[in-house]
């Protein structure tokens, strides 16, 4: 099984971005890939999840209208997209399969003028 991520991204404040995570190695749809980020001396927060079989999603309060999790099932990839980004978003986000010890790599997003 592996989780592979997009690479570092740097932005502005204001200014979106999108993570993306391809999967391979089990049956891609029958598993939630779940979000979490960390930020500089900060404990891991999680995100929200999606259900790559039909695309549903699930967003912790905290990131309510602001983040949105996509699917294409024709690539095994999910993606993260991040909106209105401010300093406070600077981190490493991680995408996993839920319920089992399988992690991506990590992306660095940096959001700094």
């Known amino acids: 099984v592996q989780l592979v991520q997009s690479g570092a991204e740097l932005r502005n404040p204001g200014a979106s971005v999108k993570v993306s995570c391809k999967a391979s190695?089990?049956?891609?749809?029958?598993?939630?890939i779940e979000w979490v980020r960390q930020a500089p001396g900060q404990g891991l927060e999680w995100m929200g999840r999606?259900?790559?079989?039909?695309?549903?999603?699930a967003y912790a309060q905290k990131f309510q209208g602001r983040v949105a999790f996509t699917v294409d099932t024709s690539r095994s990839t999910v993606y993260v997209e991040l909106k209105s980004l401010r300093s406070e978003d600077t981190a490493v986000y991680y995408c996993?399969?839920?319920?089992?010890?399988?992690w991506g790599q990590g992306t660095q997003v940096t959001v700094s003028s």
């Open positions: 999606i259900d790559p079989e039909d695309g549903g999603t």
């Open positions: 996993y399969r839920g319920g089992f010890g399988d």
């Open positions: 190695g089990y049956t891609f749809t029958s598993y939630y």
